[in-house]
């Protein structure tokens, strides 16, 4: 890790400003103050639903009425939420032109609607549900309400356009994601423990083709003491908040934010 002086953000800021192509990595922890709850830890999804029983292919096959429990307190969270500060953050960021893609492990749609433009969505959407008989999609508003179980006009249980364990990552999206990473000169990785492979290998694709990589999360995680370049130990809003604000301040933005 490289030493930031002793403010992590302005180390940050400077090399997003000096080097721009930046790309991002997002996980569950930039949605957290949104009111949607991470997946591990006390306070995680996972901690509630055991997601061998309530996550995986298999399970939807096996008992999808079952999996419908966990899904249905996923759409309505994910329907319920608006963008936060981290979000707007790194829209503006993508305005200043030092951004130009998020890759995001979150299927809640907050990036777009924080203003991003383009965003790499690894491991889905909850906003559509698909059949996996007959490959029918449909706007999940359309479909479901809270507490009914989806189904199709083939009379099949719908499943949220998600990536379950054990599901492939969405061809289009893995190789959208892995040449952002391997032509970026900043990876920024934000609030994600990197435990779920694929997406955990992205930040060593990018290292290996010569990025920087900075990290935000109030924890270390296990990308901290390998792989990592600059940890800003802090909240994803109020760090991407003060990134944005930073740089501007240098110049590199036109725009007011
Ligand atoms: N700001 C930034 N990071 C935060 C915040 C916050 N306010 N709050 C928590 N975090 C961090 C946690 O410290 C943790 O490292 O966010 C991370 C969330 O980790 P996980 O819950 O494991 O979520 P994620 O890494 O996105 O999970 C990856 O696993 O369960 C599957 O498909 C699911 O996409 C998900 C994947």
């Known amino acids: 890790m490289r030493a930031g002086g002793n403010d992590p953000i302005r180390e940050a800021a400077r090399l ?3 080097r721009r192509n930046a790309v991002a990595l997002t996980g569950a922890g930039i949605s957290v103050e949104s009111g949607i709850p991470s997946f591990r830890g006390a306070q995680g999804m996972w901690a509630k639903y055991d997601p061998t029983e309530y996550a995986t292919l298999h399970a939807f096959m096996q008992s999808p009425r079952k999996v419908w429990e966990m899904l249905s307190e996923m759409v309505s969270v994910c329907g319920g939420a608006a963008p ?6 790194l829209a503006a960021l993508e305005e200043m032109g030092i951004v130009r893609a998020v890759i995001t492990q979150n299927v809640d749609g907050l990036h777009q609607a924080g203003g991003s433009r383009r965003v790499i969505e690894y491991h889905g959407n909850m906003e559509e549900l698909i059949c996996v008989y007959c490959w029918k999609r449909y706007p999940t508003r359309e479909r479901w309400t809270p507490g009914s179980v989806p189904l199709c006009d083939c009379g099949e249980i719908l499943k949220p356009n998600v990536v379950l364990f054990g599901e492939p990552i969405p061809w289009l999206a893995q190789e959208q994601a892995e040449e952002e990473a391997r032509t970026c000169g900043v990876l920024v990785v934000i609030g994600t423990s990197a435990q779920v492979s694929p997406a955990c290998d992205i930040p060593r694709v990018a290292k290996e083709a010569g990025a920087v ?8 995680t296990s990308l901290t003491a390998s792989v990592t370049d600059v940890h800003v130990t802090g909240g994803a809003s109020e760090v991407l908040d003060r990134l944005a604000k930073l740089i501007r301040k240098t110049g590199s933005g ?3 934010y």
């Not at 936060?84 to 953050?89: I, L, M, V, Y």
């Open 16 to 18: 997003l400003a000096d």
């Open 84 to 89: 936060n500060p981290a979000h707007k953050g």
């Open 213 to 220: 990589v900075v990290e935000i999360n109030p924890e270390p």
């Open 254 to 256: 036109p725009l007011e």
